[in-house]
């Protein structure tokens, strides 16, 4: 039996027809109807209780799943807890439904409970926002029969935009007493309005024939790659590997799941640190996929200047990241990557390319002689490349973590981020969530984004050992260690203890309350006894969630970043 709410029911039955069957429950009195309903539905429903963590929760599922995912929350400062959620969904993107229930607007401002404006509390992080009406069972009633259309319509609309952005939408639902009636018999049949998307899928693209003259007249074409999913790297790899092969420079981060392609260049970070010579520099530069990491490029790319920057965006969306954007091209970068491959032939001088490459060999046999000294951040990371497997998904978490798996790569592991917004909370949320997605998953994180997401295991997924593998690598510094990384900032007295937030917080309390294996190793011989264990199949497959926690000193951490950097110079 369903609750006796039309919008609900019209909400429940659309999303069905829309197949976005995977919701995400918090608790509540006022959004009770919506969880029953959802879960009496047949949906796959995830229950989690803190509302931030929920949302991320969600995007790991949206992330793994590769689909959109509900979250649903009660009313009042709920809401807003979903907020840095939201904000990630918009930037990363990721089509996230959020669904907020709430009081009848007439009782906003009244000093009711829990009740606070909650139609545009997201603002311009959502693509969409809509407010559902409260339509009765009265079809006989002219302006109710309205009101059912109104709402149908409403709940259309914001489906087709979370659709055509690929980001987040906000319905907020309007459920007036009495709550707790589950008396429908079943969904009402909705009308379903399909978006068909053409604009951005020609597959007869080509360029036009002023692009193409711009494009025979540079030289030095440079690609950069930024953040990919694994299955838009899969479609690109064989274009990357044309184009490289045409003379392009194609640099990729770790996280565009591409830097270890033939002919792409992965190490680019290292090579602008050891060689500062202009004949690196493009004449055009073409930008795909998201977010970049890497300062020493956007700050190489800005300085020089390219004569020509097209920026390809699927959406349109202008991020003029190097203050050089000359060209906005709205296609698929698979289109784009196609169309530049075809017009190339003998445009681009393999000497700029054979330069890069050199530079980049040298770089590799540098690196790849290196020995790490002691046991730090570095060192563990290096141990644990062979765990980076096909079937094993890296979850990173931001500032000095995936700075780090820039440096030393991912293996063979597809790998993911919450680069949206770069922020450190929500990590273990999104882990979490991928893992109930059904896909074995590493998390690297440091102590702060770790401690401050602890309730990212406090879920079902994890209390009930069900389903895939989260085994969670934890890099205990005592602090912010990308705060000891900065140039300048130690001339401060205060950056240990207010910039990096110095503590000597562990994690074996949170693992043994939330049911979690769990190991530490505090100097290198335990790590290698760790390690063994840790990774083997009885272990994992008995623990289901675990946390290996490596106690590293920060400043040897910090003497061996620089250390590592300064063996590159030349």
């Known amino acids: 039996m369903f609750s006796d709410k039309r919008n609900i029911l019209q909400?429940?039955?659309?999303?069905?027809?829309?197949?976005?069957?995977?919701?995400?429950?918090?608790?509540?009195?006022?959004?009770?109807?919506?969880?029953?309903?959802?879960v009496d539905a047949g949906f796959h429903c995830h229950e989690v209780t803190d509302e931030r963590s929920a949302g991320f929760f969600a995007l790991g599922l949206a992330e793994c799943l590769d689909r959109p995912v509900a979250v649903c929350c009660t009313s009042g400062s709920a809401v807003l807890d979903l907020l840095p959620a939201v904000s990630e969904a918009y930037y990363h993107p990721l089509p996230l439904l959020v669904i907020t229930a709430d009081r009848p607007e007439r009782w906003v401002g009244q000093m009711d409970g829990q009740t606070l404006p909650q139609f545009g509390a997201f603002g311009r992080l959502v693509r969409h926002a809509v407010q559902l009406p409260e339509p009765s069972w009265n079809d006989d009633d002219a302006v109710n029969a309205e009101e059912v259309w109104h709402c149908n319509r409403l709940i259309n609309e914001a489906l087709a935009e979370m659709k055509r952005w690929n980001g987040p939408v906000h319905i907020n639902v309007p459920i007036s007493e009495p709550l707790f009636n589950f008396t429908r018999t079943e969904l009402p049949d909705e009308r379903i309005v399909r978006l068909s998307k053409y604009a951005c899928c020609y597959s007869d693209f080509a360029l036009s024939e002023e692009m193409k003259d711009e494009l025979s007249a540079c030289r030095r074409v440079m690609i950069v790659v930024g953040q990919l999913t694994p299955a838009e790297a899969r479609r690109l790899s064989p274009l990357v590997k044309r184009l490289s092969g045409c003379g392009c420079v194609v640099v990729a981060e770790v996280l565009s799941n591409l830097h270890s392609e033939t002919g792409v260049i992965g190490n680019f970070d290292e090579i602008l640190y050891a060689v500062h010579d202009d004949a690196l520099n493009p004449e055009l530069v073409i930008t795909v996929g998201g977010h970049v990491v890497s300062k020493r490029i956007r700050r190489m790319l800005r300085q020089c200047r390219p004569l020509k920057h097209w920026h390809v965006s699927e959406y349109g969306e202008m991020a003029d990241l190097f203050m050089s954007m000359t060209r906005l091209v709205e296609c698929r970068p698979s289109d784009m990557l196609g169309a530049v491959a075809e017009v190339l032939a003998d445009s681009v001088s393999m000497d700029y390319a054979d330069r890069w490459h050199r530079e980049s060999d040298i770089v590799a046999e540098t690196t790849g002689i290196y020995k790490f000294e002691g046991f730090t951040d570095l060192s563990v990371l290096n141990a644990l490349k062979p765990y980076f497997v096909d079937e094993i998904a890296v979850q990173a978490a931001n500032s000095s973590v995936v700075r780090n798996l820039q440096l030393l790569g991912a293996g063979r592991s597809d790998v993911y981020c919450n680069r949206g917004v770069n922020g450190i909370d929500g990590s273990v949320s999104t882990a979490s969530g991928f893992a109930a997605g059904g896909r074995d998953t590493i998390l690297l994180t440091g102590d702060l984004s770790f401690f401050y997401d602890q309730n990212g295991l406090w879920n079902n997924f994890v209390h009930s050992g069900d389903g895939a593998l989260l085994t969670i690598v934890l890099f205990n510094n005592g602090g912010g260690q990308i705060f000891r990384n900065l140039p300048g900032l130690e001339k401060s007295p205060y950056r240990n203890r207010y910039v990096a937030a110095g503590h000597v917080t562990h994690a074996e309390g949170i693992a043994n309350d939330n049911g979690c294996g769990y190991m530490?190793?505090?100097?290198a011989d335990e790590f290698a006894l760790c390690l063994k264990r840790f990774f083997a199949d009885d272990y994992c497959r008995e623990c289901r969630t675990a946390i290996l926690e490596v106690v590293t000193d920060a400043g040897d951490n910090e003497r061996e970043y620089k250390n590592y950097y300064h063996k590159l110079k030349r």
């Open 520 to 523: 530490r190793a505090e100097n």
């Open 11 to 38: 909400l429940v039955s659309l999303m069905r027809k829309d197949c976005i069957d995977h919701v995400v429950l918090c608790p509540g009195s006022r959004n009770a109807p919506l969880v029953h309903t959802f």
